[in-house]
Structure formats: structure tokens, C-alpha cells
């Protein structure tokens, strides 16, 4: 596999050509924006112009990232809080964080702490199976086989919670919505690095809603490695093994915290690629 490896936070940001069309949907009329490859909310700062027209943004950007990223309970609040990541909505960020701890007895209270100082909090997936579904020609199923990944910053953890305490701080998670972002950022890595001519995607119909197929296209591992080439880690490539080569990704969001390596088949390539390799 040839990969292309993208450091998704770097301190310049990186503009690939303008597409032309929708990367979702094939639009070409009307107005087409910009997309960020790694939501802006993350840090992402890898720019894809002319690339999503406003139904499919809306979609992508409300229903997709919007969850994922909510400041006040989605699932990346606790690391946009503490790494004091870019917001669109400054007086939005909320100051404080309440978290209901629960001991042993089932007993709970609830502490509140400055948002600054919440427990750093990594949340994700793994599934059963490391390859995804079309890789093992599995029947496609909407069913998600997988567990909830969760790391905390122990450190943080003590500050709050005695041994043998739980608790909830912690925003809501759903692997389907989490794995569309996940997709999102593959497909659009893919189409940055290879254009939209090279393959024949398999990603849209997920990110857009109609398909709850995730296990088809994502598989992920624990990492307990970390990975510390930046904030985020991308790889991408041609998996040649097949005719026609499959087009992978590699997605780590917050790879210095030993999260899971997310594995995202994009598509299969055109037999007559039209843009460069
Ligand atoms: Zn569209």
C-alpha cells in the first residue's frame, strides 16, 4: 500500500484544488462550499474549496459533526474544552461543567468544575472484526458490531473521583454518527489526494444518511500506542491486493492519546483513472 500521511493541525493551513462539484451528492450548479477534511472545530485546518453544495453541507455540518462536536454534551467537548480547540461560537463555550459521580453504593452527587478543568475525556469505537465488511465479503448490514472506546486522563480522574467511583463527564455518543464523521473525513481526504475521477466511492449514501451500513467500510483496533506525529494522524492509499485496488484510509483523531486507528475503505478505483495517482 502506498500511503500519504497528512498531519491534520500544523500551524499553516493547507488549500488542495477547488473540485467543482458535490462530493456527496454530484451537484454542480449553485453554490458550492468549502470543506474542511478534519472538522474546523478540531483543529483541522486541511481545506478542500468548491466542494459541498448547501443541502449536503448542511447534512454534514448540522447531523454529522454538529453532534460530534457540540460543545455543551457532544462527544469531543471534553478535549475542544481542554485543548481549547477553534470554535465558531466563542460565547457559546460554556464556562462550567457539572459531572454526576456515582460510588460504589449507586449513591450519586454531583461536583460542578470550570470547563478548563473537566476531565480530559477521548471517546470512539472498535470493532469486532479488524477489517471492514467489504474487505471480508460480508452481506451489508445496518447492525453496528463494535464496542464504546472511552479513555480518560487518570490524572483528571483523581482529582474528582475516589478508587472505585464512576462517573459521568462525558458527552452523549453514538457510534453511527461518530462513524459518519469518520467517513467524511476519509472521503474527503480521498478525494483532496486522488479526485473525485480516480474512484468509484463507496462512502456517500453513510455520510448523507441513507445507509446505516458502517461495518461494510470502517473497522478500528485499540491503539494503546500512541502516535505522536500531531493532534491528528491521516494515511491514505491504493490496497492493491484486489483488481480492481481498493482505496484506503487511516483515520487517528487525537493520536497522542493512544486512541483507536480507524481503517475506512473509500472506494475502488476507475479503470481508467482520469486524474493522477
Ligand atoms: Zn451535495
Known sequence: MTTEILNGLGKRKKVFPPVGSCIYCGEREGTLGEEHIIPFGLGGNLILPKASCPKCSDITGRQVEGEVLNAHWGTYSSPRLRLNLPTRKPKKRPEQRTIKITDAN???????????EAPLAF???????ARPGVLRGAEP????????????????VHK??????????????????????????????AVAEYGLDSFAPYLPDLILGKSNHLMQYVSAQASPEPDNHGLHNLHIGWL?????????????LFCS????????????RRPDPAGPA
Open 106 to 116: 449507586g449513591e450519586t452527587r454531583t461536583v460542578t468544575v470550570k470547563a478548563s
Open 240 to 252: 492493491e491486493k484486489a483488481t480492481p485496488a481498493y482505496l484506503v484510509a487511516y483515520v487517528r
Open 141 to 156: 448490514s445496518d447492525r453496528f458490531t463494535g464496542s464504546i472506546w472511552l479513555k480518560y486522563d487518570t490524572d483528571d
Open 123 to 129: 471517546l470512539g469505537f472498535t470493532t469486532e472484526h
Open 160 to 189: 474528582l473521583a475516589k478508587p472505585g467511583e464512576n462517573f459521568d463527564g462525558v458527552g452523549r455518543f453514538s457510534p453511527l454518527t461518530y462513524g459518519r464523521m469518520i467517513c467524511k473525513i476519509a472521503h474527503s481526504l
Open 257 to 268: 492519546f493512544g486512541t483507536p486507528d480507524y481503517m475506512v475503505v473509500v472506494g475502488r
